[in-house]
Nanobody
Framework: QVQLVETGGGLVQAGGSLRLSCAAS????????MGWFRQAPGKEREVVAD????????YYADSVKGRFTISRDKDKNTMYLQMDSLKPEDTAVYYC?????????????WGRGTQVTVSS
């Protein structure tokens, strides 16, 4: 079992930056990919970015390309999301998740989330 704890959320003005962290513990040997997701009020959860834990290949949603950067530190079992040029529409609860190679994120492990609020 993998435990995930997100930190780094907060309130920021539009155009500002935040850095989210997701610390993993437990069965981290089985991590295949880690990802950041977000859910805004009244909207469905959406993927923001994810990263291949071993090789480092990344995926970004079109809405965040060029503004957000996902990274990971394998020695610290921690994933990061650097968010720059934030917009009010980025306001959401941000969750990190992990999955193995044989399950989807929905069937993986999730953190409790961290609130990001971007004021206009």
């Amino acid at each position: 079992q993998v435990q995930l704890v997100e930190t780094g959320g907060g309130l920021v003005q539009a155009g500002g930056s935040l850095r989210l962290s997701c610390a993993a513990s437990g069965g981290t040997f089985n991590i295949y990919r880690m990802g950041w997701f977000r859910q805004a009020p009244g909207k469905e959860r959406e993927v923001v970015a994810d990263i291949h834990w071993s090789g480092g290949s990344t995926y970004y949603a079109d809405s965040v390309k060029g503004r957000f950067t996902i990274s990971r530190d394998k020695d610290k079992n921690t994933m990061y999301l650097q968010m720059d040029s934030l917009k009010p529409e980025d306001t959401a609860v941000y969750y990190c998740a992990v999955r193995s190679s044989v399950v989807r994120y929905d069937d993986g492990y999730w953190g409790r989330g961290t609130q990001v609020t971007v004021s206009s």
